[in-house]
């Protein structure tokens, strides 16, 4: 048994650092102190058919103690890791993703600290600070504190870990951080500018209607 130790944690070392590789996303936020991945939303969703208007198909998602409707023309995509969701918005060059993201009870870091890593990842044209150019606000959707936050430039995003994130000029993103009854749930919605507009009526539905679950 004691020759058979050092090949467990090796074993579980690997893995670690395969599924950290193979999310392959600077989307993802803070992963939990104990290296597990965030538990998975509850959903009943199918593929919904159309989108923009601010509305739902009736297929419902949950994760941390809320659920939510989901908009209209939103696909569901499979598990991905580190994320409770993931939805697809459009196709091509109009594609954006909305990327649901819950790490557990008391992890997941403070909502600042999020809000500032968010602002991190996007640039601007003229070089200025992106701080200054985001918009941040507060709502109560249904007895749940949301921050919310509204930010357009470069978006600074994808590649493995350790390699450069690539650049993608033009993007928007729209997030809400919930403060959830068993801890800090994640919305981020990115994709180009003029998708995100045409796209802002469903999030915004979908934030104003968070339910406690």
């Given at each position: 048994?004691?020759?058979?130790?050092?090949?467990?944690?090796?074993?579980?070392?690997?893995?670690?650092?395969?599924?950290?590789?193979?999310?392959?996303?600077?989307?993802?936020?803070?992963?939990?102190?104990?290296g597990?991945?965030?538990?998975?939303?509850?959903?009943?969703?199918?593929?919904?058919?159309?989108?923009?208007?601010?509305?739902?198909?009736?297929?419902?998602?949950?994760?941390a103690?809320?659920?939510?409707?989901?908009?209209?023309?939103?696909?569901?995509?499979?598990?991905?890791?580190?994320?409770?969701?993931?939805?697809?918005?459009?196709?091509?060059?109009?594609e954006?993703?909305?990327?649901?993201?819950?790490?557990?009870?008391?992890?997941g870091?403070?909502?600042?600290?999020?809000?500032n890593?968010?602002?991190?990842?996007?640039?601007?044209?003229?070089?200025?600070?992106?701080?200054?150019?985001?918009?941040?606000?507060?709502?109560?959707?249904?007895?749940?504190?949301?921050?919310?936050?509204?930010?357009?430039?470069?978006?600074?995003?994808?590649?493995?870990?350790?390699?450069?994130?690539?650049?993608?000029p033009?993007?928007?993103?729209?997030?809400?951080?919930?403060?959830?009854?068993?801890?800090?749930?994640?919305?981020?919605?990115?994709?180009?500018?003029?998708?995100?507009?045409?796209?802002?009526?469903?999030?915004?539905?979908?934030?104003?209607?968070?339910?406690?679950s």
């Amino acid at each position: 048994m004691r020759n058979r130790l050092p090949v467990a944690a090796l074993t579980l070392t690997v893995g670690l650092s395969l599924l950290l590789a193979a999310c392959g996303d600077s989307n993802v936020e803070t992963v939990k102190k104990d290296g597990t991945t965030p538990q998975s939303a509850a959903s009943s969703a199918t593929t919904p058919k159309s989108g923009g208007s601010g509305s739902a198909t009736g297929a419902t998602a949950g994760a941390a103690g809320v659920s939510w409707s989901i908009p209209e023309g939103w696909a569901v995509m499979g598990a991905r890791p580190m994320r409770a969701a993931t939805y697809l918005i459009g196709e091509g060059d109009n594609e954006s993703e909305c990327a649901v993201f819950f790490f557990g009870t008391g992890q997941g870091g403070d909502v600042q600290s999020n809000i500032n890593r968010w602002i991190g990842q996007f640039q601007q044209p003229d070089g200025s600070d992106s701080k200054g150019k985001a918009q941040t606000s507060h709502l109560e959707a249904n007895g749940l504190h949301v921050t919310t936050i509204d930010l357009t430039g470069t978006y600074m995003s994808g590649g493995m870990m350790g390699q450069a994130p690539v650049p993608k000029p033009g993007f928007r993103l729209l997030g809400a951080i919930v403060e959830a009854p068993e801890g800090p749930l994640f919305f981020k919605l990115t994709g180009p500018e003029k998708a995100i507009a045409e796209i802002k009526p469903d999030f915004d539905y979908l934030i104003a209607n968070l339910k406690k679950s």
